[in-house]
């Protein structure tokens, strides 16, 4: 299956800003990553923002939207999170998602995705 690192999560102080990566590498099959989720204690996966491949169409939660910016890199398969003007409730597990197949449009439901990272921490604190 496709293995999916996720890098970039630290503790930052409210107002800060980080820069997530997503790096996809093949093992029997392709995947894409497309997709940025994230879970905080106590809490259900929730949806944060997605791309299609073209990189031309994204979807945000209304929680980031102004805030975070998604984007692709397609020719090495990289996909990132520009992170803005964090606010405490943004602290939570992110976790990039992706799929076999290359979308023309963005997808916001965890269970059309197939491949999955482990998760990098984003703490915002003072």
């Known amino acids: 299956q496709v293995q999916l690192v996720e890098s970039g999560g630290g503790l930052v102080e409210p107002g800060d800003s980080l820069k997530l990566s997503c790096a996809a590498s093949g093992r029997t099959f392709s995947g894409y990553p497309m997709g940025w989720f994230r879970q905080a204690p106590g809490k259900e996966r929730e949806f944060v923002a997605a791309?299609?491949?073209?990189?031309?169409?994204?979807d945000y939660a209304d929680s980031v939207k102004g805030r975070f910016t998604i984007s692709r890199d397609n020719a090495d398969n990289t996909l990132y999170l520009q992170m803005n003007s964090l606010k405490p409730e943004d602290t939570a597990v992110y976790c990039c998602a992706g799929h076999g197949s290359k979308w023309y449009a963005p997808r916001r439901l965890s269970s059309q995705y197939t491949i999955w990272g482990q998760g990098t921490q984003v703490t915002v604190s003072s």
């Open positions: 791309i299609s491949w073209s990189a031309g169409r994204t």
